[in-house]
């Protein structure tokens, strides 16, 4: 215990004494208050004290700074995101009722003026949904983990071919690692994660500057059959024959990204750069793919 107490703050400069002891003040108000503490016997001695309780208190939970994060607060936060998602919907949907009953009742009342046409069914409607809910997934996970400077991921790329038979085991299938060299990014390694139907997968990569990006990759529960094909974006990679839906670009999530599902098997790049950029790097990997 102190054996010497510290003299107290005045009740109107006690916000800026922590303040000046947090090192939360500009230069130029810290000066003007150290300058205005010149005066007050054992000011000096109270902000010194101060600053030791806060290193003390920083060194005792450093190590909680440098810990993974736990899976289970991972898979909250994507079930926290996915619950607010749905809330907006139901606003935007609240919003527009009346203009979707009424074009279904001019619909319906002439529908006998009309030729035949190709019609959008259900399954494909529903498995778009799915598409931005898996990429938003996958923007979370890379908001998530793209920080890290110590754990970034479970298994390091020096460990490459045991994390691809590893991922490829727990997925269900045989999983290849895009090159990115030409590109200018190189694998960090990769991780398990959660997800909706199963395990999922996500590998780091990141470039000379420090930017990284993540491919997050899993099986997406198939809610009917296959959709027809769309038209890619201009610049976008040509689609698969059996793609269940064309390339997408999204922003909806912490970062923007480009995601598409063949076969049921869904696909997401996310990384904090310009749309052209990411679409460069994902045609890049599905083209390896």
């Known amino acids: 215990m102190d054996k010497h107490p510290h003299p107290a703050p005045p009740v109107d400069d006690e916000a800026a004494w922590h303040a000046l002891a947090d090192g939360r003040l500009s230069p130029a108000d810290a000066a003007e208050l150290r300058r205005r503490l010149e005066g007050q016997a054992g000011a000096e001695d109270t902000l010194a004290h101060w600053q030791q309780q806060r290193q003390q208190l920083r060194a005792l939970h450093q190590g909680m700074l440098d810990e993974p994060v736990p899976e289970a607060l991972l898979a909250a936060a994507l079930r926290t995101s996915a619950r607010k998602e ?31 046409t190709d019609r959008t069914d259900g399954p494909a409607l529903a498995l778009a949904a799915t598409g931005q809910r898996f990429a938003q997934q996958a923007a979370v996970a890379h908001a998530v983990y793209q920080p890290e ?14 994390l691809v038979q590893w991922l490829s085991k727990r997925l269900g299938r045989p999983l290849k690692l895009p090159v990115l060299a030409d590109e200018g990014y190189e694998l960090v390694g990769g991780r398990l994660l959660p997800g909706d139907a199963g395990a999922r997968a996500q590998f780091m990569y990141q470039n000379a500057r420090g930017e ?11 809610t009917g059959a296959p959709a027809a094909p769309v038209a890619a974006q201009p610049g976008a990679p040509a689609q698969p024959s059996a793609a269940e839906t064309a ?20 696909y997401a790049l996310s990384g904090q750069l310009s749309r052209q950029e990411l679409l460069t790097l994902a045609g890049a990997v599905h083209r390896q793919l």
Do not use: C, K, N
């Open 247 to 266: 390339f997408q670009f999204t922003s909806d999530g912490p970062v923007p990204g480009f995601y598409w599902v063949d076969q049921g098997f869904g």
């Open 149 to 162: 400077v110590r754990h970034p991921v479970e298994v390091p790329a020096a460990q490459q071919e045991h």
């Open 212 to 222: 990284r990006i993540t491919l997050y990759l899993g099986a997406i529960a198939r």
């Open 86 to 116: 749905r809330q907006g919907q139901w606003w935007r949907w609240g919003g527009m009722a009346a203009s979707v009953l009424l074009a279904f009742a001019l619909g319906w009342t002439g529908r006998s003026l009309w030729p035949a």
